[in-house]
């Protein structure tokens, strides 16, 4: 069975990936601090092994390299990397505390990083694997109140890019969703004029599911997207068609 780490796979976004990556027959390994409800009556539905549990705190940069060796060492081989956990901002830059600023940055940009770093080893030993990165259409389009969060996301597009260069000879595929707004507890607090304005923006004037992007990552895993490397899938609803 094909190992697929997801980091945040317990709830939104990584919960959808979790379960979709699971349904076609990869082995799932969510790794979040906590489980959600939704994850667990996922696991009941699934059962063990195709839909694993790792506890962990990925703010924790330090101890990203125990991570890696430690999922080798439970589950064996990774084929596939999914890098989702991240946390939203929102507020004015002038206002926002540094303590905060970091923590985002920690989250959306170091930790992916370095998993990946220590991951993306392994694959090269093991002969190849996939890595996809969530980043986010405010890496493209400004979003006031979200300039911390969209500097992480556009990070990520260059990380996808150039690692795919990096690693594309030793048979490994990097590559990113865009996805544009989801309902998640992400965007709960939101205001619902502002969800109206969005979704009424979008070409087809509608929400993006986190099940739509979900799909978009299952077929960058798969080998149907063999040939696919240093992209981003965007899955807007045409958001910035
Ligand atoms: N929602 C949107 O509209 C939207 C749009 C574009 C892109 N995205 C991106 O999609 C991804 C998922 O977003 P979402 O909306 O699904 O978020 P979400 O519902 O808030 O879920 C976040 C997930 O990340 C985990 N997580 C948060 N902090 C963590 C930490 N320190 N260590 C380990 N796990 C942590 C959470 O679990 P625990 O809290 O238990 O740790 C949870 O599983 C993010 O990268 C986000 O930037 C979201």
Redesign the pocket.
């Known amino acids: 069975m094909r190992n697929v780490i997801v980091?945040?796979?317990?709830?939104?976004?990584?919960?959808?990936v979790a379960g979709h990556v699971a349904a076609q027959g990869y082995r799932a390994i969510?790794?979040?601090?906590?489980?959600?409800a939704e994850?667990s009556s996922l696991e009941e539905r699934l059962g063990r092994n195709s839909l694993e549990f790792v506890p962990?705190?990925?703010?924790?940069v330090e101890e990203l390299p125990n991570l890696a060796k430690q999922l080798t060492a439970d589950f064996g081989p990774m084929y596939g990397l999914v890098?989702?956990?991240?946390?939203?901002t929102d507020g004015a830059l002038a206002m926002m505390p540094v303590s905060r600023i970091e923590r985002v940055v920690r989250?959306?940009t170091l930790?992916p990083i370095i998993l990946s770093k220590y991951v993306v080893r392994r694959m090269m030993a093991d002969g190849g694997g996939r890595i996809v990165n969530?980043?986010?259409?405010?890496a493209f389009t400004g979003y006031s109140g979200l300039s911390v969060?969209a500097a992480?996301?556009s990070s990520?597009i260059g990380f996808t890019r150039s690692l795919a260069r990096e690693v594309g000879r030793l048979g490994i595929n990097v590559n990113a969703?865009?996805?544009?707004?989801?309902?998640?507890?992400?965007?709960r607090q939101m205001d619902p004029k502002r969800r109206e304005q969005i979704a009424g923006r979008s070409a087809l004037r509608r929400f993006?599911c986190?099940e739509d992007?979900a799909k978009a990552v299952g077929y960058l895993l798969g080998e149907n997207a063999r040939n696919i490397t240093g992209t981003v899938l965007t899955v807007d609803a045409g958001a910035t068609a």
């Open positions: 980091t945040g796979g317990t709830r939104g976004l990584g919960l959808a969510a790794v979040a601090r906590s489980k959600s994850f962990f705190d990925l703010a924790e890098n989702n956990a991240g946390i939203g989250l959306n930790a969530v980043a986010s259409i405010t969060y992480t996301k990520m969703v865009a996805p544009g707004f989801m309902e998640t507890e992400m965007t993006v986190v992007v």
